[in-house]
């Protein structure tokens, strides 16, 4: 049976090394790799280390022996190969064509394209479906600079009505006009009293 498995002696440059990207505030991942093989290199056995990072006992272990192998380029993360984005060429092409187009022009009822309408008509258009969040970062990606649109509803109030309404509010916003009240005492009042006598 074998015995633990611990990192190849270190240098002391490399040790150096190490210990500034413990200390330092960059990449999270290789922060805690750097982390395992200086553990490792203080004589801590993988199960411990694994306890300590909570880590698995074998990702511990994959860490050690990549680092025993390729040295401190093991500590960054790979490149990573994905699928290839969907937007491509064409739909950028079409999609810079797009926005410099009146959307009236097309048949639209609108005149003002939002992510969405315009995700909606390049998807009839490629055959591409696009999220929104995706078509914003592909807009970004070219260059592209857009905002929200604002909405008036202007052309739908009557103007008669309108002006009614805001002349209402101006004398709301005035207050009710206080009268001063009538004098109790005034020597220009003539009062007479009467009896009536059965």
């Known amino acids: ?14 040790t150096r090394r190490l210990c500034q990207l413990v200390r330092s505030s960059g990449d999270a991942r290789m922060v805690r ?24 006992c074998s990702g511990v272990r994959k860490i050690i022996n990549r680092f025993n192998v390729e040295g401190f380029a ?24 797009m926005v410099q187009v009146n959307s009236r022009d097309l048949g639209y009822p609108f005149s003002c394209w939002t992510l969405e309408r315009l995700r909606t008509h390049l998807a009839r258009k490629t055959r591409i479906v696009l999220s929104v969040a995706h078509l914003s970062r592909v807009m970004r990606d070219n260059g592209f600079v857009y905002r929200r649109p604002k909405h008036g509803m202007g052309h739908l109030r009557d103007p008669e009505e309108y002006n009614e309404k805001k002349a209402f509010l101006e004398f709301v916003k005035r207050g009710p006009r206080v ?3 009538p004098s109790i005492c005034c020597s220009s009042m003539n009062v007479r009293f009467t009896s009536i006598r059965p």
């Open 179 to 181: 009268q001063e009240p």
């Open 33 to 56: 790799r750097a982390q395992v093989i200086r553990l490792s290199s203080h004589g801590m056995p993988p199960s411990e280390i694994a306890g300590i990072l909570e880590r698995s």
């Open 74 to 97: 093991s500590l960054a993360d790979k490149p990573r190969e994905g699928r290839p984005s969907k937007a491509t060429d064409r739909y950028v092409a079409m999609l810079k064509e």
């Open 1 to 14: 049976m074998a015995g633990p498995l611990f990192v190849r002696t270190l240098a002391a440059r490399e």
